[in-house]
């Protein structure tokens, strides 16, 4: 499949375990935020998004905070499978006509 | 639904060389983007289409360049290919411009050059 980074921070986690992926970013203007999956041979997958407006938001099995103090975003997946094993990325935006500006992704392993 | 299309997967070209990708989005969306994706990089932004106009631009030289048809099929092309251009190029289509919050971008497979 597609190498989609080689240097990339990896967090290896148990299966069932849960997982939590660590964004820091850089804009304090920015005001939305998207996390995307991609796997090996694949595009980036949307995840879940958050606005500024709010500190938190769930989906199923997963949890994104926001930080705005500190600039930080994280992403929370609950009872990791093995499916989870991909790239991770963040990404935020500024309101209006911005385009999305990604960080440099985390590689989650599974170990099963 | 179909989802985003990129044409061809894999390509290789010599420096000097140009080259043309294409990306059919999502039937019915209007908005489309590049992106460069490579390991030092990460995923860059390249430009965005909407109803065949180019709405945002990434800092990349002039080289890159791109264009959208009335079906919202896109284009981009690289000319002068340099080693430097050798990534994973991806494609994403929305309903709406990206920067309106109120849609999701969904990404093609990509299309992985390698310059030599």
């Known amino acids: 499949g597609e190498s989609v980074g080689l240097h990339l921070p990896t967090l290896s986690v148990q299966e069932g375990d849960n997982s939590i992926i660590n964004c820091a970013y850089s804009?304090?203007?920015?005001?939305?935020f998207i996390w995307y999956k991609q796997e090996s041979g694949k595009g980036p997958q949307f995840i879940i998004d958050?606005?500024?407006?709010?500190d938190k938001r769930q989906g199923q099995r997963v949890t994104v905070l926001l930080n705005k103090t500190v600039k930080h975003l994280s992403l929370q997946i609950a009872a990791t499978q093995p499916g989870d094993s991909a790239v991770y990325f963040c990404?935020?935006?500024?309101?209006?006509?911005?385009?999305?500006?990604f960080g440099k992704g985390t590689r989650l392993s599974v170990i099963a | 639904k179909a989802g985003v299309t990129q044409t061809p997967r894999y390509l290789i070209k010599t420096r000097g060389q140009q080259v043309t990708l294409s990306c059919s989005p999502i039937s019915g969306h209007r908005s489309v983007s590049w992106y460069q994706q490579t390991p030092g990089q990460g995923l860059q932004f390249l430009f965005e289409?909407?109803?065949?106009?180019?709405?945002n631009k990434g800092n990349f030289p002039g080289r890159f360049s791109g264009r959208q048809f009335s079906n919202s099929r896109s284009e981009m092309n690289v000319s002068t290919l340099e080693l430097g251009d050798s990534a994973l190029y991806l494609c994403?289509?929305?309903?709406?411009?990206?920067?309106?919050?109120?849609?999701?971008?969904?990404f093609g497979p990509g299309t992985r050059l390698t310059v030599l």
């Open positions: 958050i606005r500024s407006n709010m």
């Open positions: 990404a935020e935006s500024r309101s209006g006509n911005t385009p999305l500006v």
């Open positions: 994403a289509s929305s309903l709406v411009p990206s920067g309106s919050r109120t849609d999701t971008q969904y």
């Open positions: 804009n304090s203007a920015s005001d939305y």
């Open positions: 289409y909407f109803s065949e106009t180019q709405r």
